[in-house]
């Protein structure tokens, strides 16, 4: 399985195939419009901005599973995201990315990567408070941590790295910009 073989859903319900993204780099992302890393949403447009016409697509996932901090329907979260935020890349409908009904393309990125810690920074050992308290296990299992975490898919569709949310997104932009 790649990840051209995943189909998503779109904020009007149709399908979306990730075979359309086809030959270009992806960063998909799961988000929260409440959470304390919401405001990446600025530097994820602004990367989107300087990169899209060089084949980079961003593909935002909402998800409520951290902290019920996604609240609203898909069309107030992509209202709220384009209002304050002004995202202008794709914004599918709202997911869940760990559990039973985890959605098959989000399975696959847990399985498929290794979760790297969230480092030492004061924010960093906060989440490893946070994360322990929902999987005693957690740093032993690629599942999705919390909003924000990241996926760099190459234009081959091979995974090409993992970001939690507490890396620097002037980290995330570098491996952008490299894998370009």
Not at 68 to 73: E, H, K, L, N, S
Not at 133 to 152: A, I, P, Q, R, S
């Amino acid at each position: 399985m790649c990840i051209y073989d995943f189909q998503v859903k779109a904020q009007d319900g149709s399908q979306v195939s990730l075979s359309d993204y086809k030959g270009k780099l992806l960063l998909i992302v799961n988000t929260a419009t409440g959470c304390g890393f919401t405001p990446q949403y600025d530097e994820l447009q602004e990367l989107y901005d300087a990169c899209h016409e060089q084949g980079l697509e961003i593909l935002d996932f909402p998800c409520n599973q951290f902290g019920q901090q996604a609240p609203g329907d898909d069309e107030q979260i992509h209202a709220f995201c384009t209002g304050r935020f002004g995202i202008t890349f794709p914004q599918f409908a709202k997911i869940d990315v760990l559990g039973e009904n985890a959605i098959p393309l989000y399975k696959w990125l847990s399985e498929n990567s290794k979760f790297e810690g969230f480092g030492m920074s004061p924010m960093g050992l906060a989440m490893n408070g946070i994360a322990k308290k929902m999987d005693k296990e957690y740093k032993k299992n690629g599942n999705v941590k919390w909003n924000f975490t990241k996926f760099l898919i190459s234009r081959e569709g091979e995974l090409l790295a993992r970001f939690e949310p507490t890396v620097a997104m002037k980290t995330v932009m570098e491996k952008v910009k490299a894998a370009l």
